[in-house]
Structure formats: C-alpha cells, structure tokens
C-alpha cells in the first residue's frame, strides 16, 4: 500500500481550497486511486472491459501490464475484490490524500507574470534590450502556472501581434459551448503558401493540462529565435492548435480536475461529452471505444460527429496534400505512437520511417535531462483504440508523419516548477519532428 499523508477528508479540502482547488474536485470524495500490476491476459482484457463500459472507473493509464484507475465509493468494495480473484497486485490511495500531497508542488503564483503577455510597441524595440528582456521574463512567468482559456488566446494572438510577419492568428471553428478553436500559423512568411505544413495540437482530453503549455511553448520559442530555425523552417508552415478541447479544459478548471470528453450534452440524458480521441473517422466505435453515453471513451453518434472534431478534420482535409506531419500531444505515461491504433497485428506500409522518426524525436527529448519514452503502436503497448487521429490522419489523408505524443505528468499533474522543463525536453521532439517534414 502507499502511504498517503496523514490529514483527515476535511483537512485535505481546506488545503485543496486555499489553491482554488477545491471547486474542481468537489465530486471526488470518497474516490480512491489504484495502480494495478496485471501481467495476465484476462486481467488485461477485464480492464480494457472496465474503462469501455463502466462509468464509475476513470483510467488515467491503462497498458498491457499496469493500469491507474480511479473508482468511485460504491464500486471499491466489488473492484477490489475481483481483483484478488484475478490474483494480481494492487496499491491504493485515498484520491483527496493524493491531491492534497501535490498541493506542495502545486503552487499557481504567477511569479514575473501579470496575467498579459505584454508586446513592446515599434517604436521601443530598436537599440534597446530591455523590453525583449521583459517580455522573455513574462514568457517565463507565463510557463510557470497553467494558464485559463482566455489567457491562452492573449498569449497567442499577442504573439502574431509581435511577430505579424512570421505568425498568424486564427480561428478554425468553434467548440460545443461557442469557444473558439484558436490556432497559430508560423513559417518565415506568413503571407506565402509553403508546400509543407507541420500540423501540431494539444488538449484533446481537457484533463492534460500540460500538453497546452508545450504547443504555446513551441510556439514561443519558433518565433523567439527565428534566425536559429530557419533550416528546419524552410519552405515550412506550422501549424499549432493548443486547444482542440477549450470546454473541457475549462470545464477542469472550475468544476471536474478529471475531465475528459469535450462538453457536448444531450437532451434527457445526465451524462455528456465524446471523446474527441476516438470521434475520428478511421475504424469509428471498432475498439477501445463505447456507445454508452456515460463511458469515458464514449465515442459520439457518428464519425466526426463533434465540432471540435469537424474543425480539425476541414483544416485537414483542405491541406491533405500539403500536411506532411500530424501530431497529437497528449499526457501522461511518456509513450511517442505511431499507426495503426484500432488493431494490434496492423501494420503500415511505413513503418519503418514511422519508427526512425519517433526514435530520433525520443533521443533528442532524453538528451535535456534524460527523460526516457517508449516507442511503437499504441495497440502494442496499451490496448486497441479506434477513431484516432494518428490512424485517421495517416490512414484516411495520407499524411506520412502520424504521430500520438504521451508527456510526463503522473496523476495529469505537472508542479508548476517543472512545467518549463517538461516544455524545453518536449520542444527538442517538435523540432525533430518537425525537420523530417522537409524530406517530403
């Protein structure tokens, strides 16, 4: 068992609460978190049934040998024991002990940062330093806590603002509740067409917090030293979407830290949201996905069925011949995929250069500090999953560089202190991924 600290269910709320916290767990009383070592095949195939089918389990993780699930009160006693009769090892720990043991590490002071990411006028960046240094030390401030929705579009389209020859702003729809889908154009002319387009997003399951701040940190760090990128630039566009789920990301700001699904809600029905991840439009609903509407891989009522889902899949489509890259950023586990997900004994024509690329992205992330991702097909490594955007990117357009990206950040959580290195290690894998674009 792990040893959780020792504070009572009301001492762990009035500490959740002193960071604001408190709003966005207030379902989660009497949750408990379980790391499960399942080396069985019919361990195995009981989670993956698990996570299709009942709602009162949320995995965090589930691989072909270790799953990290959280069950609700009512389920505990059932879970754990059929567990025993499976015969595996488990952990477990109070899910409001383990939140309040991160509040140390957690702290949301925007230290160097006032809320805006301030751009210097024309006429005080000449000669002068000192307003560059001041908004590099805002950046710094801003990947130092996790910012709101409306700051994210602040940061960006001050960006564009700042760089409006390299960098343009826009929006490619909206979501569910009316967000808008915010996205970033960077190539070293923003006003030519480049035959190559490196298409990169983030925050499709709203709980991935950290996914956002390394796309916004690509996105700073491109335009921060573009005479460094301009070989890996040449001839490319890229192409950033930091928030593909903008309701479900806030909606884990102010009410379900755990949030998944975008935010679509049904008429009569109590549950809502589709997994975006599995709303694509290759092998829909065929594995790792559910048509119960309360499941957390609810996979919507039709293919592309979301708007969120409809807006990536017109960006796409428009630009088939022109997206060379494709790539999905998600957390946690640490894990660079490639096609196919939906099937474990499919393999793509490519796969070699599949592998080769994501080897060289892996080697280039582990060379910061000595993070270590595992390589190969999300069917080989966790279980089956259909609807993808790597599957459908690669298999449905044709796009040769498909790839799911899975960060550090145990528990989705990130302290706030490592954000910038979670960000610097992951920016060396855009890059790399980013070069081969020019190969096609």
């Not at 043991?101 to 160097?112: F, G, T």
């Not at 950290?210 to 192409?239: G, H, K």
């Not at 709303?279 to 119960?292: D, E, K, L, M, P």
């Amino acid at each position: 068992m792990w040893q959780g600290i020792v504070c009572s269910l009301t001492l762990c709320l009035i500490g959740l609460a002193d960071l604001g916290l408190a709003n966005n767990l207030a379902g989660y009383e009497g949750y408990t978190k379980y790391t499960v070592q399942h080396g069985g095949e019919d361990a195995f195939r009981y989670m993956v049934d698990l996570q299709t089918n009942d709602a009162d389990l949320d995995f965090w993780l589930l691989t072909r040998n270790t799953s990290v699930l959280t069950v609700s009160p009512r389920k505990k006693n059932q879970f754990e024991a059929r567990l025993s009769s499976l015969g595996v090892s488990f952990e477990m720990q109070p899910l409001m002990e383990l939140m309040a043991a991160l509040k140390a590490n957690s702290s949301y002071a925007e230290e160097d940062y006032d809320g805006e990411y301030e751009e210097c006028q024309q006429d005080d960046c000449g000669d002068s330093q000192r307003p560059r240094r001041r908004s590099r030390r805002q950046a710094r401030g801003f990947f130092s806590h996790y910012p709101r929705y409306n700051e994210i579009l602040s940061f960006m389209s001050g960006l564009a603002a700042r760089y409006p020859q390299f960098c343009r702003y826009e929006s490619l729809g909206r979501s569910n509740e009316g967000r808008h889908i915010a996205a970033l154009s960077i190539s070293l002319n923003s006003r030519v067409r480049h035959r190559r387009v490196a298409y990169i997003q983030s925050a499709t399951h709203g709980r991935e917090w950290i996914t956002t701040q390394t796309v916004l940190y690509l996105a700073y760090e491109l335009l921060s030293n573009l005479r460094a990128f301009q070989r890996v630039l040449q001839d490319v566009e890229v192409f950033l979407v930091p928030l593909v789920n903008p309701d479900g990301y806030e909606y884990t700001h102010t009410s379900d830290r755990f949030w998944r699904k975008n935010r679509h809600r049904y008429a009569g029905h109590a549950c809502s949201g589709v997994d975006i991840n599995g709303n694509f439009g290759n092998h829909w609903n065929y594995q790792g996905a559910s048509q119960n509407l309360c499941s957390e891989v609810y996979s919507g009522t039709s293919p592309n069925s979301e708007p969120e889902t409809s807006a990536v899949v017109r960006y796409l489509e428009f630009n088939r011949h022109r997206v060379k890259l494709s790539l999905d950023v998600h957390s946690f586990g640490k894990f660079i995929f490639y096609p196919y997900g939906y099937a474990k004994n499919t393999v793509p024509p490519t796969v070699g250069t599949l592998r080769s690329v994501a080897l060289r992205a892996a080697n280039q992330i582990a060379k910061y500090r000595g993070t270590h991702y595992t390589t190969g097909t999300s069917a080989s490594i966790l279980y089956e999953a259909s609807g993808s955007l790597d599957d459908y990117a690669y298999g449905n357009l044709g796009i040769p560089l498909s790839y799911t990206i899975e960060l550090p950040g145990d528990e989705f959580h990130v302290p706030a202190h490592d954000i910038i290195h979670v960000c610097k290690e992951t920016f060396a894998g855009f890059v790399e991924f980013i070069r081969h674009v020019s190969l096609y």
